[in-house]
């Protein structure tokens, strides 16, 4: 029952600056881990960023270009890329990780936003 709903993909230039949001709905106990994946044409879905706990962890590849951040309380993750390349352009899905009373984590994803970097 709980939905995430992501915004602000889009068409940027090479070099632009882009931030993807994601807020989940429903009844949420608590949120374990937040975290953004994306799949480009002819790869894998990869790991971008991650954080829980307050750590926060990135992929080599986007490693000082983008920032992930999140709000707990308002159940929202954002993600705040900068100096994009072509290489970053993939359809980024949310994920957030909760936990119930009893102990037991769910992972729920967003829709897919659809971020494309080209001049």
């Known amino acids: 029952q709980v939905q995430l709903v992501e915004s602000g993909g889009g068409l940027v230039q090479p070099g632009g600056s882009l931030r993807l949001s994601c807020t989940a709905s429903?009844?949420?106990?608590?949120?374990?881990?937040m975290a953004w994946y994306r799949q480009a044409p002819g790869k894998e879905r990869e790991l971008v960023a991650a954080t829980s706990g307050g750590v926060t962890n990135y992929a080599d590849s986007v490693k000082d270009r983008f920032i992930i951040s999140g709000d707990r309380a308002q159940n929202t993750v954002f993600l705040q890329m900068s100096s994009l390349k072509p290489d970053d352009t993939a359809v980024y899905y949310c994920?957030?990780?909760?936990?119930?009373?009893?102990?037991?984590?769910?992972?729920?994803w967003g829709q897919g936003s659809q971020v494309t970097v080209s001049s």
């Open positions: 429903g009844i949420i106990f608590t949120i374990n881990t």
């Open positions: 994920k957030i990780t909760t936990r119930s009373r009893a102990g037991v984590y769910w992972d729920y």
